[in-house]
T-cell receptor
Framework: GDSVTQMEGPVTLSEEAFLTINCTYT??????LFWYVQYPGEGLQLLLK?????DKGSNKGFEATYRKETTSFHLEKGSVQVSDSAVYFC???????????FGQGTRLTINP | EAGVVQSPRYKIIEKKQPVAFWCNPI?????LYWYLQNLGQGPELLIR????????DSQLPKDRFSAERLKGVDSTLKIQPAELGDSAVYLC?????????????FGPGTRLTVL
């Protein structure tokens, strides 16, 4: 079945550091790919998405590129802020199943 | 615009007791989802509704879990009887349409503790 694997956390960085959170997926079809973020005490929010190969999703300084050849959707940000501290979830949605399949989440802490 | 509303936010019960969670989706969203999120894990789909029809309930443990979405708007998820292993966060989400491209909007969740 479809699955998503994220790099294990927690990840702790200093403010203004470069961030990469790795995400790889397994899917039978051509899924859409998403990054969701969960800030402390809040619900999951969509951060960015990409619907086909080589698409780049971007939002709030975060970027991720849909790489079909490596089945990856790594999340990057050039300069993180304390306010980026949250749990980040990579997810896919297979057109056939029409449901989100999530990775296990990566907790990110940014220190000032 | 109001987001997805869930209640209660927290619930503590003893095992073998029944419990119910309520969800009100974003107005106009015809697709509604219930997810289960165990500690340190990503959410897993329990059931998906399109309007009032449950179109994917393959992951719902039907011996103790039930759900309904009367009139295709609000939804209730019930557990009877609850077990210790049911302690988790129950998330409700909604979307407009059923395309895999469509964004799902999540509520804050109900954190259930079974003692």
């Amino acid at each position: 079945g479809d699955s998503v694997t994220q790099m294990e956390g927690p990840v702790t960085l200093s403010e203004e550091a470069f961030l990469t959170i790795n995400c790889t997926y397994t899917a039978t079809g051509y899924p859409s790919l998403f990054w969701y973020v969960q800030y402390p005490g809040e619900g999951l929010q969509l951060l960015l998405k990409a619907t086909k190969a080589d698409d780049k999703g971007s939002n709030k300084g975060f970027e991720a590129t849909y790489r079909k050849e490596t089945t990856s959707f790594h999340l990057e940000k050039g300069s993180v802020q304390v306010s980026d501290s949250a749990v980040y979830f990579c997810a896919l949605s297979d057109p056939g199943a029409q449901k989100l399949v999530f990775g296990q989440g990566t907790r990110l802490t940014i220190n000032p | 615009e109001a987001g997805v509303v869930q209640s209660p936010r927290y619930k503590i019960i003893e095992k073998k007791q029944p419990v119910a969670f309520w969800c009100n989706p974003i107005s106009g969203h015809n697709t509604l989802y219930w997810y289960l999120q165990n500690l340190g894990q990503g959410p897993e789909l329990l059931i998906r509704y399109e309007n009032e029809e449950a179109v994917d309930d393959s992951q719902l443990p039907k011996d103790r879990f039930s759900a309904e979405r009367l009139k295709g708007v609000d939804s209730t998820l019930k557990i009877q009887p609850a077990e210790l292993g049911d302690s988790a966060v129950y998330l409700c989400a909604s979307s407009y349409g059923r395309s895999s491209y469509n964004e799902q909007f999540f509520g804050p969740g109900t954190r259930l503790t079974v003692l």
